[in-house]
């Protein structure tokens, strides 16, 4: 692209992996703390909600989408363990795969009454596929590091738990950080849903919080997202017609829950080049920035 010496200006290229709809979020730029947290929440609530089982589409069937293994379709990957299982072993009597409450139903009760009719009990970025040992032994816990090392049967795993917090292997810390997060900002105690937060410290049944955000917004860091973790906000987004933001914009996470001051939208120019180098009045050239 052409530019006058009297009419500079300089194109600027984001890269986005996630298939992000023009648009999509819209009414966010500038915004910090609780006015972005209210601004996300209103354009992620509300979703398409599918049944949690059910002869027909069901987050089963979605599930088996969202985490297919990339080098096996058939299969679906585990959160705890990382193996890959088949897709069609759904339960399978509990030899099979388990779906986790990454926020624990339990904590913000959206599985009393007909859970089944529960936004937050059915929506799928709050689900993943899981051995169900680990998954009833990670229970309602809040996640925070250390304890003893989990076995899957009688094989190590990578995660490490105690009575009262589960620690999941490293590769997924940033993808349940993510999750529970988003849960955070999705569920604001609307239309009879639960207010869902997140807090320092350890939480107890059946009050609606879970921790620790400490250790989560560490995670968020240390693990940002990959092409797995994308691939299924887009494949979500496909079904239920929200998107997890903090996949999309992991900087939001600072704008909302960073206790000191922020700058929104800091613009940083990297590889910038002209072309030619010695300009003369009168003349075009290109510049060229990341």
Aim: charged share 25%; aromatic share 12%.
């Amino acid at each position: 692209m052409k530019y006058s010496i009297g009419l500079f200006s300089t194109m600027l290229c984001f890269v986005v992996s996630s298939q992000v709809p023009s648009g999509y979020y819209n009414g966010t730029d500038g915004l910090t703390g609780i006015d972005l947290k209210t601004a996300l929440n209103s354009i992620i609530k509300n979703h398409i909600e599918f049944p949690y089982t059910s002869s027909s589409t069901d987050v089963w069937d979605i599930l088996k989408e969202t985490d297919k293994d990339p080098n096996n379709p058939n299969n679906v990957i585990l959160l705890y363990s990382g193996w890959s299982k088949n897709g069609n072993q759904e339960f399978n009597g509990g030899n099979g795969w388990n779906r986790e409450h990454v926020w624990p139903k339990s904590h913000g009760e959206f599985d009393n009454g007909d859970p089944f009719e529960e936004p937050a009990y059915t929506d799928a970025h709050n689900l993943k596929p899981v051995d169900s040992s680990i998954n009833t032994l990670r229970g309602e816990k809040d996640f925070v590091e250390g304890g003893d090392v989990v076995l899957n049967g009688n094989i190590e795993t990578s995660c490490y738990s105690t009575s009262s917090t589960f620690e999941p292997r490293d590769e997924v810390k940033g993808d349940i950080a993510r999750i529970i997060l988003y849960m955070d900002v999705r569920y604001e105690g609307d239309a009879g849903e639960a207010n869902l937060v997140v807090v320092d410290g350890l939480t107890t049944y059946p009050y609606p919080q879970l921790g620790d955000k400490s250790t989560l917004l560490q995670w968020h860091e240390q693990d940002p997202p990959d092409a797995f973790e994308k691939r299924r906000n887009d494949v979500i987004f496909k079904w239920q017609g929200n998107r997890n933001p903090f996949i999309d914009y992991p900087e939001f996470v600072n704008y909302i829950y960073d206790e000191d001051e922020v700058i929104v939208n800091p613009i940083q120019f990297t590889s910038v080049s002209i072309n030619p180098e010695n300009i003369e009045g009168g003349s075009s050239f290109t510049i060229s920035a990341n």
